[in-house]
Structures are given as C-alpha cells and as structure tokens.
C-alpha cells in the first residue's frame, strides 16, 4: 500500500489591484487564494518589514494618509510555497478637492494719489 500526497502551490485567484478611499473612511483590502494544503493569507506593506493582518480580508478602518501606498498579499503553505501580489492603497486627503482663494486687498492712502 502507498500513500499519495497531493501538492499544488499556493496560487491567488481573486484581488483588487487599487482601491481609492476618503481619509476617516473605513477599507477592506480582499485577497483570494487557492492551493494543497491550503494556503494561508498574510498583509504587509510592499517592504514586508512587518505582518499587519492574516485572512483573505484587511480591515483599516478610519484611514488617514500614513495609510496610503501599497500593500503586499502573500498567500503562503505550510510546506514554504507561497506567492504574492501588489495592491495599492490611494488614501484622498478630504482637503484634497477643496480650492483656496485667497484675497489681497491694497488699501491705498491720500499720499498713494
């Protein structure tokens, strides 16, 4: 009798390359992936300097602008295979849109004259 092991790397199937969001609004960020044994989802920032998140969904609520730029998914097995994506994150300064006018007014004197 032998035993057969399946094998089939880590592979994603379904993510959003960008997502564009207004400051103070809440994002989730979806990363889908299939494979044997079953891969398990990992966020980080593009510098994989630190996970900040597992699961196929990245919740960030309330974003400010620390929050844009781009994040890594990274669908990894428990067998070291894994394989990853970029996705970025465009945070809108809710001050982004609004246009400034300033006035200068010149107040002349009699001597001006």
């Known amino acids: 009798m032998s035993c057969v092991?399946?094998?089939?790397?880590?592979?994603i199937t379904f993510?959003?390359?960008s997502y564009t969001v207004n400051e103070t609004s809440n994002v989730t960020l979806v990363c889908r992936a299939k494979g044997v044994p079953q891969?398990?989802?990992i966020w980080t920032r593009s510098d994989g300097s630190k996970e900040l998140?597992?699961?196929e969904e990245f919740l960030?609520?309330?974003?400010?602008g620390s929050d844009d730029g781009t994040y890594r998914c990274i669908a990894r097995?428990?067998?070291g295979?894994?394989?990853?994506i970029n996705v970025i994150l465009n945070v809108q300064s809710k001050y982004a849109n609004k246009v400034f006018a300033l006035t200068f007014f010149h107040y002349a004197s009699c001597e001006d004259f």
Do not use: C, H, M, W
């Not at 295979?81 to 990853?84: F, H, L, N, P």
């Open 5 to 11: 092991f399946l094998i089939d790397p880590p592979e």
């Open 15 to 17: 993510y959003e390359s």
């Open 39 to 41: 891969p398990r989802i």
């Open 53 to 55: 998140a597992y699961g």
């Open 60 to 64: 960030i609520v309330d974003t400010k």
């Open 77 to 79: 097995n428990n067998i």
């Open 81 to 84: 295979q894994q394989d990853s």
